[in-house]
């Protein structure tokens, strides 16, 4: 019985209804063979010589000429054909004479006819039968030697035959296999309905190629596959078989799923980095603490995916307070302070100063997993610590509402995030101690002028008051004698000297503080700047600030009183020791440049607290301080002189941290 493929044309194979064995599958020895067709000739020969000529006994050579089909060589029919046709003549011509002369040439027509008729049929046939057997063996190598599945199934999806490559993929023997169902013995249980409805819809006659399933071998392995069914159909079109082809891309379907993975991990990991990067330029931007927490709580729930994450810092003296969080009810961020208990997750993490991963917070040993309201809800959860100089300032945590095992990738971006927030905290505390020693440096600046001021006051006055003083008590003594007026008013006039010369003392500080005639010579500044420096930085300890002079060369000579300028500088190098008081290898900076064609600059830079900038540009309060309670008498007495002399001082931040304070002098001209 032969088959019609609809989509593959003519298949053949054994239990597809094609035929096992052609005519030339079964061969006879050709010297039996031979001898068979001459006896049997023979004896037909033999018969004709004895019969009358009218009987047509040639015929009977037709059937030696079937035998020929046996012979492995097609040509053996038409050497059989070749004797039959003579001996038939032979037996014409030597038949005993009987009958009518014509028919019997006519019978010996019509055997010759039946012979070659035979003989081309015959060999036609033999022809067909090896073209098949060799489609056959073709057939049948392609089959076995093909390296894809190669599955044939009868209508109800039983097997009935499959290749070497299906066997040694199962690693179950054909003939253990044969007759049963393919999906229940082969397929995925949770396939199961999918793969019987593709199967369904091929016996309908819709194609199906493409479908993508499981395959389970012996050993409980599972290869996916992907068929292209063939419907096998007899003659009548009635459908006998279904040949469906799968290639294995099981290999192929993992690298896509670990490719898709790499992606998906490089986005994930990309966005980190951008977020890392995003909260450190805020960092470094110098965002507020509390605008930085929220920033990092949202970001860290939106990355990982978490349902809640929550930031948990410790106060000194008051505990616990959830000082950021998302996921979580309200009131929870900024409410009263929280006592966490001891098997919480944060007070795990931060006892032992590093990651604590739950994977089940549900678990009987997990009582009291989170340690804030609401926490029930949650499965899993990972804790890291907020680190400081000193210790962990708290924990950063993350939760899921199902059992969760975080990656090491994940833990590191909360790490990112927690050593940021650390920073910044670290930051926020540093600039508050900062403030407070600027704040009580100030204050001293401002007691140590204070004194100082009055110290001259009182140096500069006592001698004139004091004169003043003798000089109205002698004339008051001398008053009560007439005689003695003249020497009277001669101490009165010697006292409202004495008071003239209080006033011009007085006078000569004034012009001091607000910038009178001084004297000017001309000087280089990168000396005055070197003594001055070294005066006020006879008493520092080397090891505590590094100084560093960068004077520049072939300055030109400036026209300055020498004293005041080195007592600017004397004062300023002070007050920036005194910033940096706390601090070790902290670094000085003096250096002077040009600043303009008619000006040289000079720089004293630290790495203090800094200074606010109104302490020497508001006019209207001669003695603004940038500290709480100051006065700024030192500074503003500076930039007096500074002024007196045509120049300016003013105040930048040095980059990092600290202040750098400029002041200028003007160049030495001619004629100037």
């Not at 290639?247 to 980095?273: G, H, K, S, V, Y």
């Not at 010579?521 to 001055?532: G, L, M, Q, S, Y």
Request: include cysteine; hydrophobic fraction near 45%.
């Amino acid at each position: 019985m032969s088959l019609r493929g609809d989509s593959a044309g003519t298949a053949h194979g054994p239990g597809a209804g094609v035929p096992t064995a052609t005519p030339g599958q079964v061969r006879l020895r050709p010297a039996l063979l031979a001898g068979t067709c001459l006896a049997g000739a023979a004896l037909i020969f033999a018969f004709d010589l004895v019969t009358p000529l009218g009987v047509a006994d040639g015929m009977l050579y037709a059937g030696v000429v079937l035998l020929g089909l046996w012979h492995s060589d097609r040509r053996a029919v038409l050497v059989i054909a070749v004797i039959g046709s003579v001996l038939t003549g032979a037996g014409f011509v030597l038949s005993p004479p009987g009958g009518v002369p014509w028919m019997a040439a006519v019978n010996r027509l019509l055997a010759l006819l039946a012979i070659w008729t035979t003989a081309v049929l015959a060999y036609l046939h033999a022809e067909l039968s090896a073209r098949l057997h060799r489609e056959h063996e073709l057939a049948e190598s392609l089959f076995e030697t093909a390296q894809a599945i190669v599955l044939l199934l009868d209508p109800r999806g039983r097997i009935l035959r499959y290749n070497g490559y299906t066997q040694d993929l199962l690693g179950v023997p054909l003939a253990e296999a044969r007759g049963r169902d393919w999906i229940a013995t082969f397929v995925p249980p949770a396939e199961h309905d999918r793969v019987r409805d593709v199967l369904e819809t091929a016996a309908g006659g819709v194609s199906t190629g493409g479908n993508v399933n499981g395959v389970i071998a012996r050993d409980g392995s599972v290869r996916v596959v992907e068929w292209f069914d063939t419907r096998l159909r007899d003659a009548g079109g009635a459908l006998t078989a279904i040949l469906a082809i799968g290639t294995d891309i099981t290999a192929r379907r993992d690298a896509e799923i670990a490719r898709e993975d790499t992606l998906i991990q490089l986005r994930t990991r990309n966005l980190e980095l951008t977020a890392i990067a995003e909260i450190g330029q805020s960092f470094l931007s110098g965002e507020e603490l509390r605008e930085l927490r929220p920033r990092v709580v949202a970001l860290a729930r939106e990355l990982l995916g978490a349902n809640a994450v929550a930031l948990v810092e410790t106060h000194a003296g008051t505990g616990w307070a959830v000082t950021a969080a998302t996921g979580w009810p309200a009131g929870l961020v900024g409410g009263e302070h929280i006592a966490m208990k001891p098997g919480s997750l944060f007070a795990r993490t931060l006892a032992a100063e590093r990651v604590i991963e739950i994977p089940d917070l549900r678990a009987a040993d997990e009582p009291a997993a989170t340690g804030l309201p609401d926490a029930g809800q949650f499965a899993s959860g990972v804790g890291v610590p907020v680190r400081g100089a000193a210790g962990p300032h708290g924990v950063l945590a993350a939760f899921m509402r199902s059992q969760h095992r975080f990656g090491d990738d994940e833990i590191a971006f909360l790490q990112t995030l927690a050593n940021t927030l650390g920073l910044a905290v670290e930051r926020q505390r540093s600039e508050g101690r900062a403030r407070r020693l600027q704040r009580d440096l100030l204050r001293a600046t401002r007691e140590s002028a204070v004194v100082d001021f009055g110290a001259t006051l009182a140096h500069e006055l006592n001698q004139p008051i004091t004169a003043v003083m003798n000089y109205v008590q002698a004339a008051s003594g001398l008053m009560e004698r007439e005689s003695d007026a003249a020497q009277s008013r001669t101490y009165l006039d010697r006292a409202v000297d004495e008071a003239e010369r209080a006033g011009e003392i007085l006078r000569r500080l004034r012009q001091l503080v607000h910038g009178g005639m001084t004297e000017h010579v001309c000087t280089e500044i990168n000396e005055v700047v070197r003594d001055a420096a070294r005066l006020a930085l006879c008493d520092v300890d080397e090891a505590r600030v590094q100084v560093r002079f960068e004077c520049a060369a072939a300055l030109p000579p400036v026209l300055i009183d020498t004293v005041q300028i080195q007592q600017v500088v004397f004062n300023l190098v002070r007050n920036a020791v005194e910033a940096m008081h706390d601090m070790t290898d902290a670094a000085l900076r003096l250096a002077t440049r040009p600043h303009t064609r008619d000006f040289v600059e000079v720089l004293i830079e630290d790495q203090g607290p800094g200074l606010d900038a109104g302490a020497i540009h508001d006019d209207s309060r001669r003695f603004r301080s940038s500290k709480e309670g100051g006065m700024g008498i030192g500074l503003s007495i500076c930039r007096s002189i500074v002024t007196a002399h045509g120049g300016r001082l003013w105040v930048t931040p040095t980059a990092g941290a600290g202040a750098t304070l400029h002041f200028t002098v003007p160049v030495a001209k001619q004629g100037r």
